[in-house]
Nanobody, 123 residues
Framework: QVQLVESGGGLVQAGDSLRLSCAAS????????MGWFRQAPGKVREFVAG????????YYADSVKGRFTISRDNAKNTVYLQMNSLKPEDTAVYYC????????????????WGQGTQVTVSS
C-alpha cells in the first residue's frame, strides 16, 4: 500500500506560480512511477505530468508543457509539480498518483491516488 498526501494548492491570479507537493508513505518510493492528474468541474480527470521511477523520464500534457515541471526527491519520498504562468483554465483539483514504472498518461497505469488539492486561478 502507498499513502499519498498532496499539499500546496490555493487561490492565485493568472500568471502566478504554485508548487504542489505529494508525500508518499507505506512502501519503497524510489521504484514506483508518479504522476499528477487534474479534474475540473464537469470534466473528466486528465493527465498533467508523470515521472518515471528513476526520475530520468518525464512526460507532460501539451497544455502544460513549458509551464509545469514535475520532479521527485526520493530521499524525501516526495514528488513536486512546479506550476508557472498559471491560467484560469488550470483551475482544478489536482491529484497525485503512484504506480507502474513509467509515469504515463493513462489513469489505469496508477494504483494509488491521493485525495487531491484545489488549485484556483483567477483572471
Amino acid at each position: 500500500q502507498v499513502q499519498l498526501v498532496e499539499s500546496g494548492g490555493g487561490l492565485v491570479q493568472a500568471g502566478d506560480s504554485l508548487r504542489l507537493s505529494c508525500a508518499a508513505s507505506g512502501r519503497t518510493f524510489n521504484n514506483i512511477a508518479m504522476g499528477w492528474f487534474r479534474q475540473a468541474p464537469g470534466k473528466v480527470r486528465e493527465f498533467v505530468a508523470g515521472v518515471s521511477w528513476s526520475g530520468r523520464s518525464t512526460y507532460y500534457a501539451d497544455s502544460v508543457k513549458g509551464r509545469f515541471t514535475i520532479s521527485r526527491d526520493n530521499a524525501k519520498n516526495t514528488v513536486y509539480l512546479q506550476m508557472n504562468s498559471l491560467k484560469p483554465e488550470d483551475t482544478a483539483v489536482y491529484y497525485c498518483a503512484a504506480g507502474g514504472r513509467i509515469g504515463g498518461r493513462y489513469p489505469d497505469e496508477y494504483d494509488y491516488w491521493g485525495q487531491g488539492t484545489q488549485v484556483t486561478v483567477s483572471s
